[in-house]
């Protein structure tokens, strides 16, 4: 990504949710909330609005399900599927104690805007790359009103650390038992700055600590059939695959950080909680999601 863009993959994320709402047979799986304020964000910058008017297209939706399929299977679905899972696990951790949310690179989701008014006693914070949150901000302003415990830190992972800058951010509150969220983000850090990310949050909030995040298998990994020249791509747009982990030696890599691992849910995973009977669709096989205690 470059310094003053905002992220791509941000674009092309909450693009792909609309685009499953739309045109997935399993777009009911996208709640009205979720469409409202994808749709909102899109709406604040130029290419957002570039990106909605692409599907209001016949011949563009047509075509691009045609290069879902070929390249990508299924991506759209997965984008439904991983969002949901990560909010299945936020709801139960706020539920279970949790009073304290902070999402890494948070993209244009929309999970914490949308908890923030049901959940008037937690504590929500997005942190990301400068370009990405001003964008979204900056969007979310033009609407539903921002409550005080809903809060926007601008960070670069690749130039700050996670520990100086929440320690420095005043609405942090390092006592409160927090869910820390980071959904397709580590793949694009390398490995130093990953382990960096982890040995952050115990400083930061310690022992209870709940951490989910995504990572991709291998990319020689029969478990992952992302096709090759969407690395490229990737590589092109300034983001490119730096940090990737066999999820079977996923528990001993948490070991290593003192964490306890809860669940790894990949694509199968996703689809069986989710979707009842045989799935009508291929799905591409590569990220998978993991949620984890710190011990």
Same mark, same amino acid.
């Given at each position: ?17 609309? !685009? ?6 399993? +777009? ?7 469409? &409202? ?36 299977? +299924? ?19 706020? &539920? ?8 890494? *690179? ?15 006693? #937690?504590?929500? @914070?997005?942190?990301?790359?400068? #370009?990405?949150?001003? %964008? ?8 539903? /009103? ?13 130039? %700050? ?6 320690? =420095?951010? =005043? ?8 869910? !820390? $969220?980071?959904? +397709?983000?580590?793949?694009?850090? /390398?490995?130093?700055?990953? /382990? #960096? $990310?982890?040995?952050? @949050? ?5 022992? *209870?600590?709940? !951490? ?39 528990? &001993? ?10 669940? $790894? ?7 069986? %909680?989710?979707?009842? +009977? ?18």
């Amino acid at each position: 990504m470059k310094d003053n863009n905002a992220s791509s993959t941000a674009f092309t994320v909450a693009q792909g949710l609309l !685009f499953a709402a739309k045109t997935s047979q399993y +777009g009911t799986l996208v709640t009205d909330n979720v469409i &409202s304020v994808s749709t909102q964000i899109l709406q604040g910058s130029e290419q957002g609005r570039h990106r909605l008017k692409q599907l209001s297209s016949w011949w563009f939706c047509k075509l691009a399900k045609l290069r879902e399929r070929l390249l990508l299977p +299924g991506i759209s679905l997965h984008y439904v599927l991983r969002k949901r899972h990560i909010e299945h696990i936020t709801l139960d951790a706020l &539920s279970d104690g949790i009073t304290q949310v902070v999402v890494l *690179g948070a993209g244009f989701d929309s999970l914490c805007w949308r908890l923030q008014h049901d959940y008037p006693n #937690a504590n929500f @914070i997005e942190i990301d790359h400068p #370009a990405t949150q001003e %964008q979204k901000v900056k969007a979310l302003e033009q609407g539903t /009103n921002q409550n005080q415990n809903m809060h926007f830190l601008a960070v670069d992972f690749g130039r %700050q650390q996670l520990k100086t800058a929440l320690t =420095e951010f =005043e609405a942090f509150d390092p006592k409160r038992p927090t869910l !820390f $969220i980071c959904e +397709g983000v580590l793949m694009y850090l /390398n490995k130093k700055d990953v /382990n #960096a $990310i982890f040995d952050s @949050i115990r400083a930061l909030t310690g022992a *209870g600590t709940q !951490f989910v995040f995504s990572t991709l298998e291998p990319k020689e990994s029969p478990r992952n059939t992302v096709p090759k020249m969407l690395y490229r791509h990737l590589e092109k747009l300034g983001e490119p695959i730096l940090w990737d982990i066999d999820s079977h030696t996923m528990q &001993s890599y948490l070991k290593t950080h003192l964490c306890q691992l809860h669940s $790894i849910a990949g694509g199968q995973e996703l689809v069986a %909680q989710q979707i009842q +009977g045989k799935l009508q669709q291929k799905m591409y096989q590569g990220e998978y999601f993991v949620h984890c205690t710190f011990e």
